[in-house]
Each structure stands twice: as C-alpha cells, then as structure tokens.
C-alpha cells in the first residue's frame, strides 16, 4: 500500500473516530451551537431596533439582520471549532495521543481526522444558524450562485484555518477546561469587528483594532458577496489571513504532536 493510500485509511478512520464522538457527546456541540444563535435573537430582537437606526438610517430591523447575519457565522466558526480544542486536549490528556504516536499508522492520520471533523461540524454549525437567520429575516436578493459559493468556499477556508488554530491550542493545553478557555478568543474577536456595527462608528483609538484583525476583512468580504457592498482590499485580505492561519495552526500542531512526550 502507497503512502498516499495509507495516509487516506487512516485519516479516514480518524474522522469516523471523531464524528462517533460528537455524536455519542451532543451536549458540547449544542452549546457552543446556542451561543451564536441566542445572540443573533438578542441582537435581532433586543438591540436590533435601536442599533438598526446606525445601520439603515430609518430604524430598519430587516437591514440590520442583513448587517449582522455574516458576523454571526463567522462567531458560529469561532465557537464551534472550541469543540475540536477539547477534543484533541481530551486526546492528550487521556494518553490516546500517546498511544496513537507508537502505532503503525500515519502520523498525520490524527490530526487530519480532528481537521476535517472540526471544519465538517462547523460548516454544519453555519448552515444551522444560517437557516434561524433566513427564519428570522436574511435576504439575499442580489448574489448570484457563483457568490453564494464563493461565500460558502471562504466559510469552508476560514473554517479550516480556525479549526488548525484550534487543534494547536488544544495540544498544548493541560485539560479540556484549559483548552476551552484559551480557544474562547475565536468567540470574542467577532465583538471587536465590524460583525454588529460600522468601525467608523467606533472611538478612534480603538478603529484600527476592529480593522486589523483577520474577522473583519472576512466579514466584509461575506457582505459583499451576500449584499454586493463593497469588497475592495477585504477579498485579499480574507484570503490573506485564512491562509497565514492555516500555516501557522499547522506549524503549530505538528511540532506539538511531533514532539518527544516528556
């Protein structure tokens, strides 16, 4: 057997692993899936009449729903792929890892499993909340099938770039409540970007914050495809930032997983 072939054995019987797991635990994916989702009715149906005036100018509720749907699923991303930080922390701190590195397997067969059952369940996560999205409101009048796939493919690529970050973040954390901890900027970014309000509806100091960081120029790209705003710089951007993530996430759990068990 080639070892392509051996590659694509194993990392598909990590995946089935992996999915037999989150199906056997719903609890963690409900939850993280709820976050997104309560705080888009929170800020449809809360905050929206309020917040909507900024954003239409005439107190729209519809057009703010519009605003902030692409800023959702992005947090959706963010909050589903914590799953995959305790999954694989879960992993290390049980000796399953350990175990794995002294089996005759394909070394990257694990951590490709973790990837591409964390970047499934998040896509998966995202057409969930996009669905409550159209339910409440969301409506794309203007994109053509070419950009409701190109939306879809930088969803698919932002995913697997957060959900590499993840897979590093849960390798070296001591337990599952550590990773979870420290994988919750992944939620918290898409607060301090363009996801609820204009960045020049911000305080000064605090604009090229909101502006330089890799959720906003993927959040901007995503309205323009959905909305047909103005993209401009924000495609690069997006595309700029999921790969540099993707490199350093997998940088960053292949030298973990590499690495001699003390």
């Given amino acids: 057997?080639?070892?392509?072939?051996?590659?694509?054995?194993?990392?598909?019987?990590?995946?089935?692993?992996?999915?037999?797991?989150?199906?056997?635990?719903?609890?963690?994916?409900?939850?993280?899936?709820?976050?997104?989702?309560?705080?888009?009715l929170l800020f449809v149906y809360i905050f929206g009449g309020a917040m909507s005036g900024g954003i239409s100018g005439g107190g729209d509720?519809?057009?703010y729903i519009a605003y902030i749907v692409p800023g959702i699923l992005l947090m959706t991303i963010g909050s589903t792929v914590i799953g995959a930080a305790v999954s694989v922390s879960t992993d290390m701190s049980e000796g399953i890892i350990?175990?794995?590195?002294s089996?005759?397997?394909?070394?990257g067969s694990v951590l490709i499993?973790?990837?591409?059952?964390?970047?499934?369940?998040?896509l998966a996560s995202v057409v969930l909340v996009g669905i409550?999205?159209?339910?409440?409101?969301?409506?794309?009048?203007?994109?053509?099938?070419?950009?409701?796939?190109?939306?879809?493919?930088?969803?698919?690529?932002?995913?697997?770039?957060?959900t590499w970050i993840a897979i590093g973040m849960g390798m070296v954390s001591p337990n599952a409540e550590a990773a979870s901890n420290s994988a919750?900027?992944?939620?918290?970014?898409?607060?301090?970007s363009s996801a609820f309000t204009p960045i020049d509806s911000m305080p000064g100091w605090f604009q090229p914050i909101a502006e330089y960081q890799p959720f906003t120029p993927v959040i901007e790209t995503l309205r323009g495809l959905l909305l047909g705003t103005e993209i401009g710089n924000n495609g690069w951007l997006a595309l700029g930032w999921s790969i540099a993530l993707i490199a350093l996430?997998?940088?960053?759990?292949?030298?973990?997983?590499?690495?001699?068990?003390?």
């Fill in 1 to 40: 057997m080639s070892s392509f072939s051996l590659a694509v054995r194993d990392s598909s019987t990590m995946l089935r692993r992996n999915l037999l797991h989150a199906r056997r635990y719903p609890s963690l994916t409900l939850n993280l899936l709820l976050t997104p989702v309560m705080l888009l």
């Fill in 61 to 63: 509720r519809s057009a």
């Fill in 98 to 101: 350990a175990r794995f590195r």
């Fill in 103 to 107: 089996m005759a397997i394909h070394r």
């Fill in 113 to 122: 499993g973790h990837v591409i059952g964390g970047v499934l369940q998040s």
């Fill in 132 to 162: 409550v999205g159209v339910a409440i409101g969301f409506r794309s009048h203007d994109a053509t099938a070419l950009e409701w796939l190109a939306a879809f493919g930088l969803l698919a690529l932002f995913a697997l770039a957060l």
């Fill in 184 to 192: 919750m900027p992944l939620i918290l970014l898409p607060l301090i």
């Fill in 249 to 262: 996430g997998y940088r960053w759990s292949t030298a973990s997983f590499n690495r001699d068990p003390k």
